[in-house]
């Protein structure tokens, strides 16, 4: 069994930092951060190896850090957001036989 729980969303300001967090129950070989905007399609931010290897899209590497700050939690951090971050973040849990998603935080950065 296994829960997926994201934290850390809020209003931002534009230029400042994101930091939300992915708590994981149960056993994992990756997670990982997406985001979307209604009507648009899921996109991959990130994503972290139960090793601790961290593989990026490459448009999301200049701008997104993931890392493990302990066994079952999962950071998701950005160093300067822009409104066009705006969107629900969600993280995914990925289990040996399935896959399983958080229900999402929502971000919206402001000027």
């Known amino acids: 069994q296994v829960q997926v729980v994201e934290s850390g969303g809020g209003l931002v300001q534009a230029g400042g930092s994101l930091n939300l967090s992915c708590v994981v129950s149960?056993?994992?070989?990756?997670i990982g951060w997406y985001r979307q905007v209604p009507g648009k399609e899921r996109e991959l931010i990130a994503l972290i190896l139960n090793n601790g290897r961290a593989n990026y899209p490459e448009s999301m590497k200049e701008r997104f850090t993931i890392s493990r700050a302990n066994a079952n939690t999962v950071y998701l951090r950005a160093k300067t957001v822009k409104p066009e971050d705006t969107d629900v973040y969600y993280c995914?849990?990925?289990?040996?036989?399935?896959?399983?998603w958080g229900q999402g935080t929502q971000v919206t950065v402001s000027s």
């Open positions: 149960g056993s994992t070989i990756s």
């Open positions: 995914k849990a990925k289990a040996y036989w399935t896959s399983h």
